[in-house]
């Protein structure tokens, strides 16, 4: 029609233009989703190879040391315990891997590459110190790079240098990272322990090259059952995971304990630690979707029997804390029977595992696989049995200074029990408000130091009380898959543990480290 008018030639050219821009934006996003797909059925073709490189090293058994070959690995908790046994075992056992990235914050005044410095001159790098010679911190830092960050926080706070990093580089993660703390707060126990692992979940996912999830957990995640014959395998608890978390984040400190201490006697579980790191594990057998994870439980886990240093505990909480206020005459008594048993275990032993479940993750692709690394059901030992050894140590070698008698009773009656540890609880009470009231600190400071100590006497009461056997059966079957000459460098169990030998070692790292 006259009365319509036609376009302009500038408004033709318009749109040819955003049809052009269009067609170039579809092809570039076309390009994205292409390579997108390349990444993709290149790491599909590398498992495959890898899976072909352990079905034809079977017959000899599986060589853990291939399996990190030109490997990147993300680790968290590298400053713990655990984390650094971790970080040593493989840097000493798998020269060929490629990168381990540790996530680590700055704490105390010192900066993240500060720590990692400190974490160099730990006695746990003697070893390495020795082989490496003068090399040793050129190849530390060569081998070891730090992510500054906090796993606290979203995307744990790494810039997006970082996160990218991670995301196109990383074929391995491990979470060792957690809060072993039994009396915390429930809003902080569960974002040490389970919003951490959530975001760590979230992160792995995100990796386009990832072979799988390493999580350190503990056995005591099922100290709720009322069997003492306990599997390798998920219990379903019943918490509602998004109440848990709604209420604990709504209610005010005073009515959150309150919360908390009415959960934990619901479902039958003795502090928020063992509550925590349940729902986690639950987490991941919900939504790791086609990631393959390892669970690594460990039971009570003491100092280190073999390598890379004898004895060494690294920290002095849990058992080590406990056998410290033996020697020192800070704990004379523990509620519990003397034919009960304690689960303990090595500490290398544990790393052992955490590095052993990565090659073996072939054998439970796309699946959740749970292993136990205890003694309960290999080669138990009461609690009369650990301290006996205690005392008679440090009656033959008493600690600098201290002036107490060494002494230690075990009481079985809960009544008595409560009660010794009330009273001294009161007593420790009144010291600390007259200590406050006439202004000295430091006196002050040590009386604080011995309550946390009565509390940890509080906590262990379940564990001194009760018995459980953890089954092996998973353990024990990858430490057959091994070469012979790994099972000697990565012993998963204490089967033939000579007890009095050990708790030697172990009593004398409890005071020396």
């Avoid at 986690?280 to 057998?285: G, P």
């Avoid at 100590?453 to 009380?465: I, K, Q």
Wanted: one cysteine or more; glycine letters at 6%; charged letters at 25%.
């Amino acid at each position: 029609s006259p009365l319509m008018a036609s376009p302009s030639p500038s408004e033709g050219s318009m749109e040819r233009s955003v049809v052009a821009k269009q067609q170039a934006m579809s092809g570039l996003l076309d390009l994205v989703n292409e390579n997108d797909r390349l990444r993709e059925r290149i790491r599909i073709l590398e498992r495959e190879l890898e899976e072909t490189h352990v079905a034809l090293s079977r017959s000899e058994g599986v060589t853990v040391a291939n399996a990190y070959v030109d490997k990147t690995l993300f680790l968290t908790g590298a400053t713990g315990f655990i984390g650094t046994l971790v970080l040593e075992k493989i840097l000493r056992t798998c020269p060929d891997v490629k990168k381990v990235l540790i996530l680590c914050r700055a704490k105390r005044g010192k900066t993240p590459y500060q720590r990692l410095v400190g974490l160099m001159e730990s006695p746990a790098f003697d070893l390495l110190r020795r082989e490496w010679g003068t090399e040793f911190r050129e190849r530390m830092t060569t081998k070891v790079q730090v992510l500054p960050g906090d796993i606290e926080k979203p995307d744990f706070g790494m810039d997006s240098e970082a996160q990218e990093h991670v995301r196109f580089h990383v074929d391995y993660v491990i979470h060792c990272a957690a809060s072993i703390r039994f009396n915390t707060p429930l809003p902080d126990a569960l974002r040490d322990n389970y919003i951490s692992s959530v975001c760590v979940l979230e992160l792995a996912k995100k990796c386009v090259a990832l072979r799988g999830l390493v999580y350190v957990s503990t056995c005591y995640v099922n100290a709720h059952l009322a069997e003492e014959n306990v599997l390798e395998k998920i219990y379903p608890s019943g918490i509602d995971r998004d109440k848990l978390l709604e209420r604990a984040w709504q209610l005010n400190p005073d009515d959150c304990e309150t919360y908390s201490k009415r959960i934990q006697k619901k479902f039958k579980f003795p502090n928020v630690y063992t509550l925590t790191k349940h729902v986690t594990e639950e987490m991941f057998e919900e939504n790791h979707g086609d990631l393959t994870v390892a669970i690594v439980r460990p039971s009570i886990v003491t100092g280190v029997l073999r390598d890379p240093v004898q004895g060494w505990v690294g920290n002095r909480s849990g058992l080590s804390g406990v056998v410290l206020g033996i020697g020192t005459g800070l704990i004379n008594f523990l509620p519990g029977n003397e034919e009960t048993e304690l689960d303990i275990v090595p500490g290398d032993m544990v790393a052992n595992l955490v590095v052993v479940s990565i090659p073996m993750m072939s054998e439970h692709h796309g699946r959740v696989q749970v292993y136990h690394v205890c003694s309960s059901s290999v080669k138990p030992i009461t609690i009369q049995d650990i301290s006996k050894p205690v005392v008679g140590y440090y009656k033959d070698h008493p600690i600098e200074g201290v002036n107490k008698h060494v002494s230690f009773e075990l009481v079985s009656n809960k009544i008595s029990a409560y009660y010794m540890i009330q009273t001294r609880r009161f007593k420790l009470f009144i010291a600390s408000f007259m200590l406050r009231l006439m202004r000295q600190w430091k006196r002050y400071s040590k009386v604080d130091k011995i309550k946390g100590v009565v509390a940890e006497l509080m906590s262990l009461n379940y564990f001194t009380s009760h018995k459980w056997t953890f089954e092996t059966h998973n353990t024990q079957r990858i430490f057959k898959k091994l070469t012979a000459e790994d099972r000697q460098i990565f012993p998963l169990l204490p089967t033939d543990i000579d007890w009095e030998e050990y708790l030697w070692l172990f009593i004398a790292g409890c005071t020396s480290h």
